[in-house]
């Protein structure tokens, strides 16, 4: 889901230069129980983890993705159908060391900035020194899909009709359903409730 949002900028390049420790976010505890998925659910909120664009070439490289935000809707059907519309928006905060960013050309922020014009960006605004902080302001993406599932224990197995599928935990508690994506590392936590 986010893996091009999140996806590095760094090409390679000489050793990073020592930097403020990047933000890490924890997402909260979340421990699987199962439970019946049967329903129409609403996304309430997603957690991200903070280092997710850290890359071999560049491990100094980080994303703030706190202010991402999915909203939409998972419907588990008692036939095992499965159906989703979601839309990804909001801003990532990405440092990116300088001395990272010179392998792609870039000596300066301001020419960091230029090389991430993208159209899947609303705007790029990068500023500092040896570290450039870089806020990304995301156009928003929809996407939908239709599939079956099939639950086994604390776990829920996705397949859509594009042929992707994955495994996740999850936990039924209430009106609230927590999934904890595992086949995709960068897709973190999903809070969703139960629409009435």
């Known amino acids: 889901m986010c893996t091009a949002v999140l996806a590095s900028s760094c090409d390679g390049g000489a050793a990073a230069e020592p930097d403020p420790m990047p933000v890490v976010v924890m997402c909260p505890a979340a421990q699987p129980c199962g439970g019946d998925l049967v329903g129409i659910w609403t996304i309430t909120s997603l957690c991200l983890p903070s280092d997710s664009g850290s890359t071999a070439a560049c491990p100094t490289e980080s994303d703030d993705a706190r202010g991402l ?18 839309t990804l928006s909001g801003t990532v905060v990405r440092s990116i060391p ?25 705007s790029v605004r990068c500023t500092g020194a040896s570290t450039c902080t870089c806020t990304i302001d ?51 936590i999903l809070t969703l409730a139960r629409a009435q």
Do not use: W
């Not at 935000?69 to 979601?86: E, H, R, Y």
């Not at 996705?158 to 994506?181: A, F, H």
């Open 69 to 86: 935000v999915l909203t939409g809707t998972m419907t588990f059907g008692a036939d095992s159908s499965f159906a989703t519309t979601d």
């Open 98 to 122: 300088l001395s990272c960013a010179r392998s792609a050309g870039a000596g300066s922020c301001a020419q960091v900035e230029a090389l991430m014009g993208s159209a899947s960006y609303r």
């Open 138 to 188: 995301l156009v928003p993406t929809t996407a939908s899909g239709t599939g079956t599932y099939v639950k086994a224990t604390n776990l829920v197995t996705i397949s859509q009709s594009d042929g992707s599928v994955e495994t996740d935990s999850y936990c039924v508690s209430g009106d609230t359903l927590t999934l904890v994506k595992h086949s995709d590392p960068t897709s973190g």
